[in-house]
């Protein structure tokens, strides 16, 4: 239930409904526009709100719907349904155009239906009527009608081809006539050198000078208006068009009856037409909608079948436009309200926005309920209201002698006795249009019975004996339209929580009133009063600091830990690279030791073979100097890339062992500013720069963290200076950034088929690196070259588990879904 009846002009929706209007193509769907109402139906109000999302999706995809040649047919089909009658040839056009759009809409949906699933699943479901039309009723108009002429074609049956081809024939005898006719006359002087033949009621007749006429036998058929002409139709072809006349009229009956058959066949199938044809307004419709709700910025919100208000960025959409045409931004309002807080009390200064809030609030409410997606953001929550009610404006009526006060209290009393716990009210300037005192305590005294019947609701206010109530009252609270005191103007943001001000005494000074009379009037309230309104302020601005201020610490305590985590995750990468670098350091040792071995029993076996020989044993000798020289450089080049060669000799374990470690192990040195400590478990030195009690700020390399102090060794060693050969911290932030920026999707589509295998072996050499599990490849349909390059270029790239067609309803063909290992 909604009241008033006016409810839509009260809140704006009037002008939402007249622009959704001129976004319909057709009169069909301008009629679903007019006939939408408030819907409380859960299921109902879901399903056309997900019926706008599907088509805006569509409407942003490669393909759209396809509803061109969208036109009103209702009436057409009407005409034919008594047998005997027939359609002219213009509305079977009409017609055969709407029944190619039935056949496209249902192509589209079975194209994007795989296996029963489908990305719109909602639009499908609309659109099953159209599965039902036979395609073979468009064949029967094309037939017998040529849509580029407009015309009924020859053919359409062997009687109409053969009455044209007599046509043809007694218009080629007549145009002999009138030819050979007419030369003659223009060479005897009876007509003017530049005359032709014209046509008058269907016959061809020459244009003759009133002062020759009887020198022209024949039959007088017309007269120019100057009467300086007068038409005749030559005795020698008054015969032959008699014969082309009666042709025409043949050829007319002819053609009535080809369109009456072809109505005949269509009879039969008008209640599929007609539902195909709802089914295309409807369509046409929720497109208007979709585009409506592009413009206006809306879009999908979480959605509850319960009263549920939680809206972020809220806009009126009239005014956002309005706004927009002007090159101004719209300020939008947040807006929360749960079961234990259902009523708002909005305070605050005049022209500050109280009643814009309000309007967007019913506005938005009615929209969604409407089946029209919110200009909201998406992560908003929306509930279902029973009922709206609204009392905005002033309804004082001479004929029901109302003033404005006894129309505010008419509609307070219908509120009580139909308000309900699923009732939304809006009420602007609550208790006004009366004596203060009374009118305040009149207005506090119905909404304690609001609350008490658990109806949500916002109101609007300047009294501060409804700012009181709702600050000792549990099921209100109350908010403000913020106020700017140092520019004098309002800010047109919603505070929830505080009471506003409504900043009577600084409008008054801005506009001009005299001082005295501001002084006066401060007198007479007292200095008390007067300071309310600052006290006020000052409190939703400290409260305002301070929500700004535990925002960007938590934003700075976010991005702290996730740098800290990725820090810990190189740290990770960078000991397994060390454990892989001293391995293969290891391995390459092996082989070293094993050639120098090899050269060794070599060298002995010359030895002996030369029996000791001064000159053999030398020049064995040079040749083992020589090796040796070549293992030395080997041996240098790995230590210059700090590989690990040399044996490290095990301890053996034992009590013993244990117990000398631990009678000569030395105590651990007091951690002070300026010492160099190792982190236990850890190699790296870093040096103290702060000790705070039982922690210290420490400085590695580039990076500063705080410990505990006893997780801190001093040591002799000094922290050790970057190489060229090391990982700068540098490096490291910009890898990290990269990986914080990567994103697990890339589109080629546009792009050259090198350009894009190109990007695509940067991406998947990306993914591999940061060990990403999936990406998607956006490379679209088209020809299909670009797909297949890219699929021939991942069947060579290893990393790659496996790769396939992402799921039609995200994409199909179109994306290819790529699975690493």
Avoid at 495 to 522: T, W
Avoid at 652 to 658: L, S
Avoid at 794 to 817: K, M, N, P, Q
Wanted: proline share 4%.
């Amino acid at each position: 239930m909604i009241y008033p009846d006016k409810i839509e002009e009260k809140i704006g929706f009037a002008a939402i409904r007249s622009q959704l209007s001129k976004k319909c193509h057709c009169e069909g769907a301008r009629q679903f526009c007019s006939e939408m109402s408030f819907q409380t139906d859960f299921e109902t109000v879901k399903a056309a709100l997900l019926a706008v999302d599907e088509m805006q999706r569509a409407n942003h995809s490669d393909e759209t719907l396809p509803l061109e040649g969208v036109d009103d047919i209702d009436r057409d089909l009407a005409v034919i349904k008594i047998p005997g009658t027939f359609l002219e040839v213009k509305d079977l056009l009409k017609v055969r155009r709407m029944l190619e759009c039935f056949s496209r809409i249902a192509s589209y949906f079975r194209r994007h239906n795989e296996d029963g699933h489908t990305p719109y699943p909602q639009l499908s479901r609309l659109s099953d009527p159209l599965n039902y039309i036979p395609s073979t009723l468009g064949l029967t108009i094309d037939k017998a009608i040529d849509p580029a002429s407009g015309l009924v074609k020859d053919n359409a049956s062997v009687v109409l081809a053969e009455i044209r081809s007599h046509l043809r024939s007694m218009s080629g005898r007549v145009n002999s006539i009138l030819r050979r006719v007419l030369s003659s006359a223009i060479a005897q002087g009876w007509l003017e050198a530049d005359a032709s033949p014209a046509v008058r009621d269907g016959r061809l007749v020459l244009p003759v000078p009133p002062m020759n006429k009887r020198k022209i036998p024949g039959i007088v058929h017309d007269e120019s208006a100057s009467g300086k002409t007068i038409f005749i139709e030559p005795a020698e072809v008054v015969e032959a068009n008699n014969l082309t006349r009666e042709l025409q009229l043949e050829e007319h009956r002819e053609i009535i009856r080809i369109l009456t058959a072809i109505s005949d066949e269509l009879r039969p199938h008008i209640p599929e037409m007609l539902a195909g044809a709802g089914v295309i307004y409807n369509l046409d419709f929720i497109n208007a909608k979709a585009h409506y709700a592009e413009a206006v910025g809306a879009s999908l919100p979480n959605l509850h079948d319960r009263e549920e208000m939680e809206w972020y960025h809220a806009c009126h959409p009239v005014l956002k436009l309005s706004l927009e045409h002007q090159g101004r931004e719209i300020v939008p309002i947040d807006i929360a309200l749960n079961r234990e807080t259902r009523i708002l009390v909005i305070s605050g200064p005049n022209a500050g926005g109280k009643s814009v809030c309000l309007k967007t609030v019913g506005t938005i409410q009615y929209m969604v309920q409407c089946g029209l997606l919110p200009p909201v953001h998406d992560n908003s929550h929306i509930g279902i209201f029973q009922d709206i009610f609204v009392d905005i404006g002033d309804d004082q009526s001479f004929e029901d002698d109302l003033s404005t006060y006894s129309s505010h209290l008419r509609s307070m009393k219908f509120m009580l006795q139909r308000g309900r716990k699923g009732t939304l009210f809006l009420i602007d300037e609550m208790g006004s249009g009366t004596e203060p005192q009374i009118g305040g305590a009149l207005a506090r005294a119905i909404l304690e019975q609001m609350n008490g019947k658990e109806m949500w609701g916002i109101v609007t206010t300047h009294y501060q004996i409804l700012k009181q109530f709702a600050e000792d009252t549990t099921g209100l609270i109350n908010g403000s339209m913020l106020y700017d005191r140092h520019l004098m103007q309002p800010m047109f943001k919603l505070s929830i929580g505080n009471p506003g001000s409504s900043f009577a005494v600084e409008i008054a000074r801005k506009i001009g009133l005299p001082a005295e009379i501001i002084q006066s009037a401060e007198d007479i309230v007292g200095k008390e009063y007067v300071n309310l309104d600052n006290y006020l302020l000052d409190i939703t601005r400290d409260k305002r600091y301070w929500e700004n201020k535990r925002t960007a610490i938590r934003q700075k305590e976010k991005k702290l830990e996730q740098m800290l985590a990725q820090y810990a995750e190189n740290a990770d990468q960078l000991r397994s690279k060390r454990r892989e670098i001293i391995e293969e350091a290891r391995t390459e040792a092996k082989k070293i030791l094993d050639s120098s071995n090899a050269v060794i029993e070599r060298t002995i076996a010359d030895i002996k073979e030369a029996n000791a020989e001064r000159e053999k044993t030398l020049e064995a000798r040079r040749k083992l100097k020589e090796e040796r020289i070549e293992l030395e450089r080997e041996g240098n080049r790995y230590k210059d890339s700090n590989l690990l060669l040399a044996k490290v000799p095990k301890k053996k374990k034992g009590k013993h062992n244990v117990q000398a470690d631990r009678e000569t192990s030395p105590a651990k040195r007091e951690v002070t500013v300026g010492a160099n400590v190792r982190l236990d478990g850890g190699s790296t030195v870093g040096t103290v720069l702060e000790v705070s009690g039982k922690n210290a700020l420490v400085i590695f390399g580039n990076l500063k963290t705080t410990v505990k102090t006893d997780r801190l060794t001093v040591t002799d060693a000094k922290p050790k200076t970057e190489t060229k050969s090391s990982i700068s911290m540098q490096t490291i932030d910009s890898g990290y950034e990269r990986q914080l920026q990567f994103k697990q999707e890339i589109d080629v589509r546009g792009m050259r088929a090198d350009e894009a295998i190109q990007a695509v072996t940067y991406f998947i050499d990306d993914a591999i690196r940061f060990s990403v599990a999936r990406v998607r490849i956006l490379h679209g349909t088209g020809t299909g070259a670009l797909r297949q390059a890219i699929r021939e270029l991942l069947s060579t790239t290893s990393g790659i588990s496996s790769y396939h067609d992402e799921d039609v309803r995200f994409g199909g063909a179109g994306i290819t879904v790529v699975n690493l290992k």
